[in-house]
């Protein structure tokens, strides 16, 4: 299977309810940002999710692989939201701190055992929470990755608003997967 990158930045969305900020972070003034490639073994940039990643299935995180961060990354960052939701961007999933050589995460992967932190979710649980659309809806999914010049402490538990806010100005570097779901 070949695997397809995609990058894209910016852009909002959402599912009825809650909803995330999903705000861009910001670089360091004068830095540019480095694209970063993500890919994944099980789908393709803009293929469809498989069941099992899904709240239809197992509901656990996908595997991901990804490019080098930039040199001056100390921590990378996982949001994985659904820009297409009613009510404004849903966040599925928010990991943060991984370690900066973190170049995959395993299926149903603890990020503690890369150095990471699992933050709260719109469902208001910590850790992955796959895509879950309404009946008949086809959403995509975005797993952003970020490269950040810093460790981020955001007030726990970290919600998409704090971590937003904690990796604005130390972005630098960032890479997106899209997948699709519908059911």
């Not at 995330?20 to 940002?33: F, H, K, R």
Request: with cysteine.
């Amino acid at each position: 299977m070949k695997l397809v990158p995609i990058v894209l930045l910016g852009g909002s969305f959402g599912l009825t309810g809650c909803k995330s900020a999903g705000a861009q972070p910001l670089s360091p003034p004068g830095v540019s940002v480095s694209t970063m490639t993500v890919t994944s073994s099980i789908f393709l940039s803009g293929g469809a999710v498989p069941v099992d990643f899904t709240c239809d299935g197992t509901d656990h995180s996908p595997p991901l692989t990804l490019s080098a961060p930039p040199p001056d990354a100390r921590s990378l960052a996982i949001v994985m939201d659904d820009p297409d939701a009613q009510g404004g961007t849903f966040t599925h999933w928010i990991v943060y701190n991984l370690r900066p050589d973190t170049m995959a995460i395993a299926e149903s992967a603890d990020p503690t055992t890369l150095g990471g932190v699992s933050g709260t979710n719109d469902f208001k649980r910590l850790g992955y929470a796959g895509p879950c659309p309404p009946k008949f809806e086809e959403h995509h999914y975005r797993f952003r990755i970020f490269a950040l010049d810093a460790l981020l402490h955001p007030e726990a538990p970290a919600t998409r608003e704090g971590i937003d806010a904690a990796m604005s100005g130390h972005l630098v570097g960032e890479g997106t997967l899209v997948g699709v779901y519908s059911h």
